[in-house]
Nanobody
């Protein structure tokens, strides 16, 4: 089973930016609808952004206008550009397909704090 590898997290002040990357091995990446999920302590994992095979995107209301999801099928990689970060964005971020048929990777920690 494919296990994505997430990277790019870190600690930033409110208003800062980060760019997350997720690399997933496998022959059929370009056919997958991909999503970025996050899980904060004491909360359930939530889908925050998704991108379809053709590049169509969707976002949860709390990140609209601040986050941008993109993909590079030649590199089997999906990205999440996060701008104007807020403390409530603090979480472990994972990527997976929308039907969650990849294994869950370790994720990448994003901490937004002054």
């Amino acid at each position: 089973q494919v296990q994505p590898v997430e990277s790019g997290g870190g600690s930033v002040q409110p208003g800062g930016s980060l760019r997350l990357s997720c690399a997933a091995a496998g022959r059929y990446f370009s056919l997958k609808e991909m999503g970025w999920y996050r899980q904060a302590p004491g909360h359930q994992r939530e889908l925050v952004a998704s991108i379809g095979r053709g590049g169509s995107t969707n976002y949860v209301d709390s990140v609209k206008g601040r986050f941008t999801i993109s993909r590079d099928n030649a590199k089997n990689t999906v990205y999440l550009q996060m701008n104007s970060l807020k403390p409530e964005d603090t979480a472990v971020y994972h990527c997976n397909t929308l039907i969650k048929d990849y294994s869950w990777g370790q994720g990448t920690q994003v901490t937004v704090s002054s």
